[in-house]
């Protein structure tokens, strides 16, 4: 066995034990002549034969036996001794090519086995002729299943086509190639990178006869390659994202990396910032372009910052020539390099100089403090706040309302530790009072807030709401207490939050959802009508104007939902449709109240119109009929009835701030056993009720006579006691707005119509107002969120005179698209549509001047005249 672990035939001639035999002498003589001529040439035959064996390396023991036996053929032909002679040779020749044949490819096996890659062969079509069992490794399989096929064939991919065309072509010339790199799907479904290099064989006469070639993996080393280029761009880009400048030097002098920051600091010489050059370069580079503002030579200034940067010195502060000041500092890193970070602190040197000229004005103004330091004892002492220094230890100073709220007299509570006064007096109040001692110290004076329990002496419990900061007292550490006695607002909130409203949402879902689906089947029949008879337009504008009244209908049961929830954004008065109003009641009441008890609304004049808050008047006749409900526990019949009447000179002698006129009238009546004389004057105070702990708030009429009084009318109690309670609201009446026409052309100048951005999601949305502002005149850009508005805004430079954005949208919501549309012009006029936001919403949304919102679904003039509000300002 050879040093690869292969068994080797034995070389011709050798003996066990590596002993080699040594050759006869041939039999020389006259009688060597007389052999005959056939037996020379059937021994030069087995010879040719036998060398033939010894060439492929199939020759073996057996083979040395048959060479004996044709040396005795030719030692009995007696004219062969010549021929024995050169036999003679010949075999010793045969001996040393074999073993020199052995030697090669013993070596040639050595190299094979410790290569890293493994070698091929192909035939002159180029298909596999042999493989190197290297590959069997990395394959996973047999290197023989791919004998036969074609080097060109085997499923490689190489990712540029250009490159892979290149090396095609040298293929298919038999050219030489090298370091081709192709992707290869292994057997086991890895990916593997391979890089194959070859030499083309020729035959003697220079015909292409294959390849041989050898191979490596290289998948370690390219997936190396792409996660050192993606760390790589993973640095450079969180190095890019950091608001200061940085650039990094290499151990002699070398920049490697710069920030876009520090390119924009320095715009003279930004083109002077890639890597490769030197620092001194940069900074004679700088000295040239205007950025050495010194006296003498720029070559000694030069050298001056050079050393200075290789020292790394303490941060400097300079100014440039563009006024910006910066703070300089440099830092050394592990391998000799240096870093540059760059701040500006423009911003900081402003402030400075602002406080320096607040400092002497501040001194200015210290005697004026000290003269007013009386007149700031005497509000702390009329405060209704309770105001405590407590120093940790004891309570140091009390103003009276404090005193007050803890039940002891004015000077009762100075030199007494806290504790006792909070929760048990005992263990519990202790653990408080080191709570807000974390007060004192705070940082930044942050406070602490919390609720807890005050102990009168008395015994009686108050809830307060305690608000601790740190303070200084007697040149130490102390807390300032602020004291706020919320214990009456506690209980008010507690018999609000015991109010049954909320439980009556879910029970109103079901008659709300059967008003829906009526006006959905308007909508939906109608609009069939109308498509299927579109010749004719008598019958077209009955159906459209059917849709619409249906549409209003559900807006306004939308917005009813929204009051009723306290969701609507808006509190401003406007002029109301009260009929609709008050014949949508009976959907929220339906689910409110028991099996006993009828509704009866009457409200068939469409022509009152009253100047109101919506959500207050809803809120208000809700107020009255679930009054009315409680007041008939047995059942009856509760009447809603609306008039449009002119009260006589007695209404206005009872209410002498309202003037004589037309009033809308609401008047909810039951029929249960009515108000007592001796409380009718005190129902509409706030708290009053007559009803059992927690049926009630006290708070349902008090509320119903805010409203009246906001509205600029009156309600009344009419009805005796005994024969049921009649409440009558009374709203001035206003004329019902005139409906145009037409659309008034919107115009921002001299017969020039208004520019639009319109963004809203919806395509039917958008399509309406589109056509809305079109035939106002107006030019419509439209965009479907807030990112593609952006996009058409700067593609027209901004010429827009207004936006319309809804307020709920993917990618970009209208608030932040105002926000990035405010950075570019902070004039431009925005109008926000949508279908409900938020108080918190809505704040936001009309926090800058030239903002209004609308409720969705608008009509055509709420629009535009929205629009024309915003372009007049």
């Given amino acids: 066995m050879d040093a690869a672990g292969t068994d080797r035939p034995l070389r011709s001639g050798g003996a066990a034990g590596g002993a080699t035999a040594e050759p006869k002498e041939p039999v020389s003589g006259p009688s060597r002549l007389s052999a005959s001529l056939p037996g020379l040439l059937a021994g030069l035959a087995g010879i040719g034969t036998l060398a033939g064996l010894f060439a492929t390396g199939q020759a073996g023991w057996p083979v040395a036996g048959a060479l004996a036996a044709g040396?005795?053929?030719?030692?009995?032909?007696?004219?062969?001794?010549?021929?024995?002679?050169?036999?003679?040779?010949?075999?010793?020749?045969?001996?040393?090519?074999?073993?020199?044949?052995?030697?090669?490819?013993?070596?040639?096996?050595?190299?094979?086995?410790?290569?890293?890659?493994?070698?091929?062969?192909?035939?002159?079509?180029?298909?596999?002729?042999?493989?190197?069992?290297?590959?069997?490794?990395?394959?996973?399989?047999?290197?023989?299943?791919?004998?036969?096929?074609?080097?060109?064939?085997?499923?490689?991919?190489?990712?540029?086509?250009?490159?892979?065309?290149?090396?095609?072509?040298?293929?298919?010339?038999?050219?030489?190639?090298r370091d081709l790199e192709v992707s290869f799907?292994?057997?086991?479904?890895?990916?593997?990178?391979?890089?194959?290099?070859?030499?083309?064989?020729?035959?003697?006469?220079?015909?292409?006869?294959?390849?041989?070639?050898?191979?490596?993996?290289?998948?370690a080393e390219?997936?190396?390659?792409?996660?050192?280029?993606?760390?790589?761009?993973?640095?450079?880009?969180a190095i890019d994202s950091v608001s200061e400048g940085f650039v990094l030097f290499s151990a002699d002098g070398q920049l490697l990396i710069c920030n876009e920051q520090y390119r924009r600091a320095y715009p003279t010489i930004a083109d002077m910032l890639t890597p490769g050059r030197s620092f001194a370069e940069i900074l004679r580079a700088a000295a040239e372009r205007g950025g050495y503002e010194g006296?003498?030579?720029?070559?000694?200034?030069?050298?001056?910052?050079?050393?200075?940067?290789?020292?790394?010195?303490?941060?400097?502060?300079g100014r440039l020539s563009d006024g910006r000041w910066y703070r300089i500092s440099e830092h050394a890193t592990g391998t000799g390099g240096v870093?540059?970070?760059?701040?500006?602190?423009?911003?900081?040197?402003?402030?400075?100089?602002?406080?320096?000229?607040?400092?002497?004005?501040?001194?200015?103004?210290?005697?004026?403090?000290?003269?007013?330091?009386?007149?700031?004892?005497?509000?702390?002492?009329?405060?209704?706040?309770?105001?405590?220094?407590?120093?940790?230890?004891?309570?140091?100073?009390?103003?009276?309302?404090?005193?007050?709220?803890?039940?002891?007299?004015?000077?009762?509570?100075?030199?007494?530790?806290?504790?006792?006064?909070?929760?048990?007096?005992?263990e519990e109040g202790e653990a408080l009072a080191a709570?807000?001692?974390?007060?004192?110290?705070?940082?930044?004076?942050?406070?602490?807030?919390?609720?807890?329990?005050?102990?009168?002496?008395?015994?009686?419990?108050?809830?307060?709401?305690?608000?601790?900061?740190?303070?200084?007292?007697?040149?130490?550490?102390?807390?300032?207490?602020?004291?706020?006695?919320?214990?009456?607002?506690?209980?008010?909130?507690?018999?609000?939050?015991?109010?049954?409203?909320?439980?009556?949402?879910?029970?109103m879902a079901g008659g709300i959802a059967h008003e829906f689906n009526n006006m959905l089947t308007a909508i939906g029949g109608f609009a069939r009508l109308a498509e299927r008879n579109p010749a004719d337009p008598d019958r077209v504008l009955t159906c459209v104007q059917e849709i619409a009244k249906a549409s209003d209908r559900a807006a306004a049961l939308t917005g009813q939902l929204l009051d009723f929830s306290h969701r609507r954004v808006?509190?401003?008065?406007?002029?109301?449709?009260?009929?609709?109003?008050?014949?949508?009641?009976?959907?929220?009441?339906?689910?409110?109240?028991?099996?006993?008890?009828?509704?009866?609304?009457?409200?068939?004049?469409?022509?009152?119109?009253?100047?109101?808050?919506?959500?207050?008047?809803?809120?208000?006749?809700?107020?009255?009929?679930?009054?009315?409900?409680?007041?008939?526990?047995?059942?009856?019949?509760?009447?809603?009835?609306?008039?449009?009447?002119?009260?006589?000179?007695?209404?206005?002698?009872?209410?002498?701030?309202?003037?004589?006129?037309?009033?809308?009238?609401?008047?909810?009546?039951?029929?249960?056993?009515?108000?007592?004389?001796?409380?009718?004057?005190?129902?509409?105070?706030?708290?009053?009720?007559?009803?059992?702990?927690?049926?009630?708030?006290?708070?349902?009429?008090?509320?119903?006579?805010?409203?009246?009084q906001q509205s600029g009318g009156a309600v009344e109690l009419e009805g005796e006691e005994g024969q049921g309670a009649s409440f009558a609201l009374y709203l001035p009446a206003v004329d019902p707005p005139a409906s145009p026409a037409g659309l008034d052309p919107l115009y921002v100048a001299e017969?020039?119509?208004?520019?639009?951005?319109?963004?809203?999601?919806?395509?039917?949305?958008?399509?309406?107002?589109?056509?809305v502002l079109e035939e106002a005149g107006c030019t419509v850009v439209e965009a479907s969120d807030g990112q593609e508005a952006l996009d058409r805004y700067d593609e027209a430079g901004g010429l827009f005179d207004a936006v319309v954005s809804d307020v709920s949208m993917p990618r970009m919501n209208g608030l932040e698209l105002a926000r990035e549309l405010e950075t570019r012009n902070q004039l431009l006029p925005i109008l926000f549509l949508t279908g409900y936001a938020s108080r918190e919403m809505a704040a936001g949304l009309t926090a800058q001047d030239g903002r209004q919102i609308v409720m969705k679904p608008v009509a055509p003039e709420r629009l535009l005249g929205a629009l024309r509000d915003l372009l007049a300002v």
């Fill in 435 to 507: 709570t807000l001692a974390t007060a004192a110290t705070a940082v930044n004076g942050e406070e602490r807030r919390l609720e807890c329990d005050a102990l009168r002496p008395t015994g009686e419990r108050r809830r307060l709401e305690v608000a601790a900061s740190p303070a200084v007292y007697g040149g130490g550490p102390a807390v300032l207490l602020v004291l706020n006695d919320i214990t009456d607002r506690r209980r008010v909130e507690g018999e609000l939050q015991r109010a049954q409203k909320m439980e009556a949402v879910g029970r």
């Fill in 295 to 317: 006296e003498g030579d720029i070559g000694a200034w030069v050298e001056q910052r050079l050393t200075r940067h290789l020292q790394h010195s303490a941060p400097v502060d």
């Fill in 570 to 708: 808006t509190d401003e008065r406007e002029v109301v449709a009260v009929a609709p109003l008050v014949r949508d009641l009976r959907v929220f009441l339906k689910p409110l109240l028991s099996a006993g008890i009828d509704v009866a609304i009457l409200a068939d004049d469409d022509r009152a119109h009253a100047l109101v808050n919506p959500v207050t008047l809803n809120q208000a006749l809700l107020n009255l009929a679930l009054n009315g409900r409680d007041a008939m526990p047995h059942g009856g019949t509760l009447t809603i009835a609306l008039t449009v009447e002119s009260p006589d000179e007695p209404f206005f002698a009872r209410h002498r701030g309202l003037k004589p006129g037309r009033y809308v009238a609401i008047r909810v009546s039951d029929q249960g056993p009515g108000v007592p004389a001796g409380i009718r004057d005190r129902i509409w105070e706030p708290f009053f009720t007559t009803k059992e702990p927690g049926k009630g708030t006290g708070l349902g009429l008090w509320m119903v006579y805010g409203t009246a």
């Fill in 71 to 177: 040396g005795l053929a030719l030692w009995s032909a007696r004219r062969a001794g010549a021929a024995a002679t050169a036999l003679a040779r010949s075999d010793a020749a045969l001996r040393q090519a074999t073993d020199e044949l052995e030697g090669l490819r013993d070596r040639s096996r050595d190299f094979a086995a410790v290569s890293p890659g493994w070698f091929w062969e192909t035939r002159f079509d180029h298909r596999y002729l042999s493989l190197s069992g290297g590959l069997a490794t990395l394959l996973r399989c047999d290197p023989r299943t791919v004998f036969g096929d074609s080097l060109l064939d085997l499923g490689l991919l190489v990712a540029d086509e250009a490159t892979w065309a290149e090396y095609r072509a040298d293929i298919e010339a038999g050219r030489p190639f």
């Fill in 751 to 771: 017969g020039e119509g208004a520019v639009i951005l319109l963004v809203d999601d919806e395509d039917s949305v958008r399509r309406y107002l589109r056509l």
């Fill in 185 to 219: 799907e292994g057997v086991d479904g890895r990916d593997l990178v391979l890089r194959l290099s070859a030499v083309p064989v020729r035959d003697a006469d220079g015909r292409f006869r294959g390849y041989r070639g050898c191979g490596v993996d290289a998948t």
């Fill in 339 to 426: 870093v540059k970070i760059l701040m500006d602190i423009t911003e900081l040197k402003t402030r400075e100089e602002e406080l320096a000229g607040k400092t002497v004005r501040l001194k200015q103004t210290v005697g004026a403090l000290r003269e007013s330091e009386l007149r700031y004892r005497q509000l702390v002492e009329l405060a209704p706040y309770g105001i405590v220094i407590w120093d940790r230890t004891a309570i140091r100073f009390a103003n009276g309302a404090a005193a007050a709220i803890l039940g002891v007299a004015a000077d009762g509570l100075e030199g007494r530790p806290l504790a006792g006064f909070l929760e048990d007096g005992g």
């Fill in 222 to 237: 390219t997936l190396a390659l792409v996660e050192a280029r993606f760390m790589q761009a993973v640095v450079h880009d």
